[in-house]
């Protein structure tokens, strides 16, 4: 494996590691504040991708910029929380926070399956793609090697942004900080006058956004297919649990690890290159069950 390869496999890498990122932490940031392990994460990614590549072409086939593409990622983000996000929350997950933890993984999941077929009955089975995104930012040489300045730069830059945009977020805003004492304690938090169920809606959404801001940033370097959603949400529980379920900068670690992981095997052991993450994640969650940067919790009873 020369220096080339060994370039390549690592700028594939971190470019896939910024797209896992972006849902993981959605997913992982839904779970540290309310507990519930959101299999319908995957179809905010997946709706995420096909709104912006079918919006996007219908605007470029008008005539209008293709600079548009990168607003319209920002637009789709945020009507993924909003006007999906929002309401599965409000009229929905609200209504089983006290219930048992394997019921609000059936409704997520039974949510996850009925978008799988609203995605096939709006868009159909065809493959949709549109690289606007990646063409208007060109390509940058790297060690010999013609590189997408989009994912080798663009990519790994936004989910830097995000990261430090939801530190920021939690530490030093006053909804922020309302979110970290709900985390912490619930019933505290009530107790003392903040409305978690607010605090809850906040969370779904954001979580929701980032979801779908991942499948507008991915939809510029992939075809938008059917399945992609569930492709996505187990490759992102796996980041999760690698990290430790509610980690916020653990998920970025664990993205990294595991997009640095399969990109590799991709190259060296291409058969094995679907495990690998998986690998992984045992591998972790085998020395250290919590996850990477989980820690151990006592019960309440």
Excluded at 42 to 57: E, K, L
Excluded at 58 to 71: D, E, K, N, Q, T
Excluded at 85 to 98: D, M, N, S, T, V
Excluded at 180 to 203: C, N, S, Y
């Amino acid at each position: 494996m020369n220096i080339q390869l060994i370039a390549l496999a690592f700028f594939d890498g971190v470019a896939y590691a910024a797209l896992v990122f972006m849902v993981a932490v959605g997913l992982t940031l839904i779970f540290g504040v309310m507990r519930i392990l959101n299999v319908a994460h995957g179809s905010f990614y997946a709706i995420g991708a096909y709104f912006t590549v079918s919006v996007g072409g219908a605007i470029f086939a008008a005539g209008y910029s293709h600079w548009l593409a990168f607003p319209l990622m920002m637009v789709t983000a945020a009507l993924v929380g909003v006007v999906i996000g929002g309401p599965i929350e409000r009229f929905l997950l609200k209504r089983i926070y006290a219930k048992e933890d394997v019921l609000q993984l059936l409704v997520t999941f039974a949510v996850f399956m009925i978008f799988e077929d609203v995605q096939r009955l709006i868009w159909g089975a065809q493959p949709y793609f549109d690289s606007s995104a990646l063409t208007l930012m060109g390509n940058i040489e790297v060690l010999g090697i013609s590189y997408t300045a989009y994912q080798l730069l663009f990519l790994p830059i936004v989910a830097v942004a995000v990261l430090i945009g939801l530190r920021l977020f939690l530490r030093k805003t006053l909804a922020g900080k309302l979110v970290q004492a709900v985390t912490e304690d619930r019933e505290m938090a009530t107790a003392i006058g903040i409305d978690a169920d607010k605090v809850f809606l906040i969370t779904f959404v954001i979580g929701a956004a980032l979801a779908g801001f991942g499948g507008a940033l991915a939809s510029a370097t992939t075809s938008v297919v059917p399945g992609m959603g569930a492709d996505m949400i187990v490759l992102s529980f796996a980041v999760a649990a690698t990290a430790g379920l509610g980690q916020v900068e653990g998920a970025a670690v664990a993205a990294l690890l595991i997009g640095l992981g399969r990109s590799f095997a991709v190259y060296l052991m291409p058969e094995l290159s679907v495990l690998v993450p998986y690998l992984i994640m045992l591998a972790v969650l085998l020395l250290r069950p919590e996850g990477l940067f989980g820690k151990q919790q006592l019960r309440k009873i």
